[in-house]
């Protein structure tokens, strides 16, 4: 049971490049979530979903888009990177939504110059 | 919307103190839980607070969830280098959606040896 898997841990971006950061999970949880932790802050929701097919923006969804094909990947989409993007990228699922806990990926560290 | 503070925002405990951070809601809460997340890692879950008034306690961790569901307490007593992380707090808003946790800024503690 590996949990909630992202990839890539590192990326290194240039200003208006775009890139996806995968997230999958394989506890068949329907609601998943995106997270960004910038430095010294908390998490800010970015998208959610609550399963397949259905998506929905969170706190901070500019820039950013979401696909959710299947029960297990959940994907998210930087179509033209900006600094401002510079963060840490946390993907997590749970089986009750906001009535249970939060499995957390160990996060993509993403900077843009 | 929805706000969730936490404070203080860091904490430095000589080895063997005791300390408690606050997490205070600008809403009833439904639910709250505790994550922490150790340097460079990702947020785990700790403990969810359901009921009004409801104390956990995990070895020398207490939890503490208030009678009017807006505020909740972590206490650790005899502190420990392995204490060392940033623990966040995230609640439900009673009668909202399932789906969304807010999450507070976190406080951040040091152990002195």
């Known amino acids: 049971n590996a949990g909630v898997t992202q990839t890539p841990k590192f990326r290194i971006l240039k200003i208006g490049q775009s890139m996806t950061l995968q997230c999958t999970q394989d506890m068949n949880h329907n609601y998943m979530y995106w997270y960004r932790q910038d430095p010294g802050m908390g998490l800010k929701l970015i998208y959610y979903s609550v399963g397949a097919g259905i998506t929905d923006k969170g706190e901070v969804p500019n820039g950013y888009n979401v696909s959710r094909s299947t029960t297990e990947d959940f994907p998210l989409r930087l179509e033209l990177a900006a600094p401002s993007q510079t963060s840490v990228y946390f993907c997590?699922?749970?089986?009750?939504?906001?009535?249970?806990?939060?499995?957390f990926g160990n996060g993509t560290r993403l900077t843009v110059t | 919307g929805q706000q969730v503070m936490q404070i203080p925002q860091y904490q430095h405990v000589q080895e063997g103190e005791d300390f408690t951070t606050y997490c205070n809601s600008s809403?009833?809460?439904?639910?709250i839980q505790w994550y922490k997340q150790r340097p460079g890692g990702h947020p785990v879950f700790l403990i969810q607070l359901v009921k009004s008034g409801e104390v956990k306690k995990q070895k020398r961790l207490t939890f503490q969830f208030g009678e009017a569901k807006k505020n909740s307490s972590l206490h650790i007593t005899a502190t420990q280098t392995t204490d060392v992380g940033t623990y966040f707090c995230a609640g439900r808003t009673l009668g909202s959606n399932d789906y969304k946790l807010s999450f507070g800024a976190g406080t951040t503690v040091t152990v002195r040896a």
């Open positions: 809403t009833t809460l439904s639910n």
């Open positions: 997590a699922s749970s089986s009750q939504g906001g009535n249970s806990p939060l499995h």
